[in-house]
Each structure stands twice: as C-alpha cells, then as structure tokens.
C-alpha cells in the first residue's frame, strides 16, 4: 500500500483553522468587526484545531498523527456547523439561542434593564457580507468544505514507485 496524503491534510489542518481566526482578529482590530457571542463560539474550535495540528507536527508515529489531524478536522467542522447555525440566525431561518438575539418585551424600567444588558454586537445582524454571505457563512464553507477535503486526503494512498 501507498503512503496517506498525511503531510497535506496536516498542513491543511493548521493553515485553515489560522487563516480563518487570524482573519476574523484582523477583521475586529483593524475594521471594527467586533464579534457577536456565537462568532466567539466558532472561534474556539478552531483554536482548539491549530493545538491538535501542531501536535500532530511534533509527536512521532503516523498513527498518532493521523488521530490528531482527524480530531483536528472533526473541530474545524464542528466551527462550520456552528457557522451554519449562526449563518441562520443571521438571516433569520431560526431564533438564536442567546441572549444576543433576544427582543425585548415589557414595559419602562423592564426594557431599560434588558437594553442596557444586552450585548453590543447583536449575533442575529450580519456585520459585513459579501455576494450576500455574511462572514458566519463563509466560515461554515470553508470549514466544512476544509474539514472534508482533510478527511479525504487522510484515506488517499499515493501509489508505489
């Protein structure tokens, strides 16, 4: 047998999830992006996706290494599935879960309260689109689409010369 597409898919699964995260940080310190609690939680797996990559760089054994890239594509999916649900919400296809999609209700000093509790970026209002896909949309292509190109690339053999 071959050997795996291995050294890609490891690559892929550190590039991806940095790019992406490195994009929304320079979209928030240099363009005002300032992200909502859900783009907070598509952030965290992809966090955790660059430390299992890099892992997978420094621990010896093909085995171990392909345990580490296959958990790194199952976190990076998991920011994609995320991006979908927050996509959604965006374009309001469902209720958000949070309190940053909440309306408000009552009557004086209720409101006031809930106003001045709620969050300043609201997750149910895209910040910036692009061909009419906000940015949660983006991150859910290319992170799923990301996550299954590494999975592929791990079952490929490359023939024996």
Do not use: K
Request: aromatic letters at 12%.
């Amino acid at each position: 047998m071959g050997e795996t597409f291995l050294r890609p898919a490891r690559w892929i699964a550190l590039l991806l999830p940095a790019a992406l995260v490195g994009g929304a940080w320079i979209g928030q310190l240099f363009f005002g992006l300032y992200p909502c609690e859900m783009c907070h939680w598509q952030r965290w797996p992809h966090y955790a996706a660059i430390v299992l990559a890099l892992l997978a760089f420094a621990v010896p054994g093909r085995v171990n290494q392909r345990w580490l890239v296959g958990l790194a594509a199952v976190a990076i999916a998991l920011s994609g599935a995320i991006g979908v649900y927050h996509a959604g919400v965006e374009y309001h296809w469902w209720a958000g879960a949070t309190a940053c999609t909440a309306t408000f209700s009552g009557t004086g000093d209720d409101v006031l309260a809930q106003i001045m509790n709620a969050p300043l970026v609201r997750c149910d209002t895209a910040q910036w689109t692009l061909f009419g896909i906000s940015l949660a949309g983006f991150n859910a292509l290319f992170s799923l689409a990301g996550a299954g190109l590494i999975l592929v690339l791990m079952r490929q053999r490359r023939p024996r010369i």
